[in-house]
């Protein structure tokens, strides 16, 4: 059974950082596109980072900068770190994977920036 946990959501104040863990099992994240995405009330989800099998990363405008993806081997388990977080990165946040397997996507972490 494959399942994406996502932990690491808060309430943080504008300039502030956090971290967002994506628990892997069942797949071998390596091994599929990895993504996170976010979805504010009322809007669109959107992605905002993937990271794909060799490295390969890209950014949605307006992140690019300031989150950072990356992957943990060992753990299997994908982070997002960002930084100067702002008011219109309050969203929840969802982690996906997309293989040869199918789509997964987890539950998400509600990320909220306001003072």
């Known amino acids: 059974q494959v399942q994406l946990v996502e932990s690491g959501g808060a309430l943080v104040q504008p300039g502030g950082s956090l971290r967002l863990s994506c628990a892997v099992s069942?797949?071998?994240?390596?091994?599929?596109?990895m993504g996170w995405f976010r979805q504010a009330p009322g809007k669109q989800r959107e992605r905002v980072a993937a990271?794909?099998?060799?490295?390969?990363?890209t950014y949605k405008d307006g992140v690019r900068g300031r989150f950072f993806i990356s992957g943990d081997n060992t753990g299997n388990t994908v982070y997002l770190q960002m930084d100067r977080l702002q008011p219109d990165d309050t969203a929840v946040y969802y982690c996906?994977?997309?293989?040869?397997?199918?789509?997964?996507w987890g539950q998400g972490t509600q990320v909220t920036v306001s003072s």
């Open positions: 990271i794909f099998p060799g490295g390969f990363s």
């Open positions: 069942g797949i071998i994240f390596h091994n599929y596109d």
């Open positions: 996906n994977a997309v293989g040869e397997q199918g789509t997964y």
